[in-house]
């Protein structure tokens, strides 16, 4: 019985003490490059998010094993419908 707690409280301080991420996405910018480097920089892929057009992201993946995308978390600021009214006549 002391075994097994012993073994259980040792797993749990393993995964207490794994590392935690960081948001992935800045939602202070509109477009997202998502950057892959695999094998060759044995670094996995990772995203950046500080471009302000998908023009300006694309120019700066050009030549790199990259893509650009919309950032999920940025707030778009959809208008509100305005409300029908209908008219007596």
């Excluded at 670094?43 to 700066?60: I, K």
């Amino acid at each position: 019985m002391r075994h097994s707690l012993g073994l259980i409280v040792t797993f749990g301080a393993l995964l207490l003490a794994a590392p935690s991420h960081a948001q992935t996405f800045d939602p202070r910018y509109p477009v997202c490059m998502h950057v892959y480097s695999g094998a060759n920089g044995g670094g996995g892929e990772w995203y950046d998010c500080s471009f302000l057009s998908a023009p300006q992201c694309r120019a700066t993946a050009s030549g790199r094993a990259a893509t650009c995308d919309l950032n999920p978390y940025y707030p778009v600021n959809v208008p509100a419908s305005r409300p029908r009214y209908r008219r007596n006549g």
